[in-house]
């Protein structure tokens, strides 16, 4: 796990970049973390960038526009695949996803699956026994799980929290994934990268973990966002059952 990277978006996280940090740092002592900033108008590139002084496992990636959570996560993996690191995991900056329960994914990964068979991701899920919400109003708990019910019907998923983002990954299923392919930059980016998981034959578990709603700054998720979201899992998976109609049928039909 020497060469563990975490990776942390942020926009607009001023009051919780420097402690998620340190608590990641805290709980993986051996991880290097990178921040990718999306130029956050509230200075937290620049706060980043005094933890990267102050601590040589820590990196910051500044990106010049704000064009979405996926394109972040999709600079920074390149990132780290040139640099080596394996395994990368993701995670977000508002102290939602607890850093003390990285080691419990991490020593997943590393654990086969229930088939015996060797892991390539890890969710941290909060739909799976032993998964929690916390401070969580009533109506975004049934949007999230309605959300992650209908992309796994769509896409014939087995991941129950299709839509989580605390996720590890091994470099290897990250190339496998092919991420020039993966074309979503918003919130649908956690379900299509599942997606291509899954086309790939990549194997992945679920451990469940406590989430807990962010105390400071603010949501970016909206009612629209998951819609827009859906709307992209619906076409994908109409797009598939033309493809399983074709190859039914004899007709070749390519990815």
Same mark, same amino acid.
């Given at each position: 796990?020497?060469? %563990?990277?975490?990776?942390?978006?942020?926009?607009? #996280?001023?009051?919780?970049?420097?402690?998620?940090?340190? !608590? /990641?740092? *805290?709980?993986?002592?051996?991880?290097?973390?990178?921040?990718?900033?999306?130029?956050?108008?509230?200075?937290?590139?620049?706060?980043?960038?005094?933890?990267?002084?102050?601590?040589?496992?820590?990196?910051?990636?500044? !990106?010049?526009?704000?064009?979405?959570?996926? %394109?972040?996560?999709?600079?920074?993996?390149?990132? *780290?695949?040139?640099?080596?690191? @394996?395994?990368?995991?993701? $995670?977000?900056?508002?102290?939602?996803?607890?850093?003390?329960?990285?080691?419990? +994914?991490? %020593?997943?990964?590393?654990?086969? @699956?229930?088939?015996?068979?060797?892991?390539?991701? /890890?969710?941290?899920? !909060?739909?799976?026994?032993?998964?929690?919400?916390?401070?969580?109003?009533?109506?975004?708990?049934?949007?999230?799980?309605?959300?992650?019910?209908? *992309?796994?019907?769509?896409?014939?998923?087995?991941?129950?929290?299709?839509?989580?983002?605390?996720?590890?990954?091994?470099?290897?299923? +990250?190339?496998?994934?092919? +991420? @020039?392919? /993966?074309?979503? !930059?918003?919130?649908?980016?956690?379900?299509?990268?599942?997606?291509?998981?899954?086309?790939?034959?990549?194997?992945?578990?679920?451990?469940?973990?406590?989430?807990? #709603?962010?105390?400071?700054?603010?949501?970016?998720?909206?009612? $629209?966002? /998951?819609?827009?979201? $859906?709307?992209?899992?619906?076409?994908?998976?109409? %797009?598939? +059952?033309?493809?399983?109609?074709?190859?039914?049928?004899?007709?070749?039909?390519?990815?």
């Amino acid at each position: 796990m020497s060469r %563990a990277l975490v990776v942390i978006p942020t926009y607009n #996280e001023r009051e919780n970049i420097a402690e998620t940090v340190a !608590r /990641v740092r *805290a709980a993986v002592p051996e991880a290097f973390v990178v921040v990718v900033d999306d130029s956050s108008p509230d200075g937290t590139g620049y706060i980043a960038e005094g933890l990267a002084a102050d601590d040589g496992a820590v990196h910051v990636l500044h !990106r010049t526009t704000k064009d979405g959570l996926g %394109a972040a996560y999709l600079d920074a993996f390149g990132w *780290a695949l040139e640099r080596g690191h @394996d395994p990368i995991v993701q $995670m977000d900056a508002d102290g939602s996803h607890l850093p003390e329960q990285l080691p419990s +994914l991490l %020593a997943a990964l590393e654990a086969p @699956d229930a088939a015996g068979r060797p892991v390539d991701i /890890v969710i941290g899920s !909060r739909w799976i026994p032993g998964g929690t919400i916390e401070n969580w109003p009533k109506r975004r708990e049934l949007l999230s799980r309605w959300g992650s019910a209908y *992309a796994r019907t769509m896409l014939r998923l087995s991941t129950r929290d299709a839509t989580a983002g605390y996720r590890v990954f091994r470099a290897s299923a +990250l190339r496998a994934i092919r +991420l @020039d392919d /993966v074309h979503t !930059r918003g919130y649908g980016f956690q379900v299509d990268m599942l997606w291509h998981a899954r086309q790939a034959g990549l194997v992945v578990v679920e451990v469940p973990i406590t989430f807990v #709603e962010r105390v400071r700054g603010r949501s970016k998720m909206s009612t $629209m966002i /998951v819609a827009e979201a $859906m709307l992209k899992v619906t076409g994908w998976g109409i %797009a598939g +059952l033309f493809r399983r109609s074709d190859a039914a049928s004899g007709r070749f039909v390519g990815s």
